[in-house]
């Protein structure tokens, strides 16, 4: 717990990823200094901030301290604070939920995509792949003398176009099925 004073403010900053997304671990001295983090102390005579607030500031504002149990932080005047970012919700033109009154709302982005991600995950479509894929997943780790799909390929002596190295047709007995629809489809056009 930290007592400031004035209108001084101790914000636990968001700092860069020790690992960039294609897995180049990236050192101290290349990271660029925080220049964004969430407020968790304010002093006394602090006006526009509180606790919890998301800003942004100069990465050069404010000294930076590291608290036994509480970890870094960076105190700076309530001046130094370029920003406060809210999080507005993205609402959607022209789509509407229905309230259980009978009322319309206007949708937001994240409320489709909570819906989208529910009835996908419920389908039967989404089953079934999900099924599949767990078993496909299964068959090649089954096998402990390959570690990768290339690997189990390499070792059947299967090629990457051959659609038996992702789902046998012959084993899921749909190949036929498929062919006489695609017949139908050229013959009766």
């Not at 607030?53 to 932080?73: C, M, T």
């Not at 089953?127 to 070792?155: C, F, G, L, M």
Request: aromatic residues 12%; hydrophobic residues 30%.
């Amino acid at each position: 717990m930290l007592d400031l004073q004035g209108n001084k403010v101790a914000i636990t900053p968001i700092v860069d990823p020790d690992e960039s997304p294609g897995g180049i671990i990236i050192p101290d001295m290349a990271k660029e200094r925080a220049d964004q983090g969430i407020v968790k102390y304010v002093g006394p005579n602090v006006r526009y901030l509180k606790p919890g607030d998301y800003v942004l500031f100069s990465g050069y504002a404010g000294i930076k301290i590291w608290l036994e149990g509480e970890g870094a932080f960076i105190i700076c005047f309530e001046t130094e604070i370029q920003a406060i970012l809210y999080d507005e919700p993205t609402t959607l033109t022209n789509v509407y939920f229905r309230a259980p009154d009978g009322t319309y709302f206007q949708a937001t982005y994240e409320m489709v995509h909570e819906v989208l991600v529910r009835d996908i995950s419920q389908s039967t479509w989404y089953q079934r792949n999900k099924e599949k894929y767990i078993a496909r997943e299964n068959r090649y780790h089954k096998d402990e003398s390959v570690s990768t799909r290339t690997d189990w390929r390499r070792k059947n002596e299967v090629s990457e176009t051959d659609p038996s190295c992702y789902d046998t047709y012959e084993k899921r007995g749909d190949y036929e099925e498929d062919a006489d629809e695609e017949k139908e489809g050229t013959t009766s056009g």
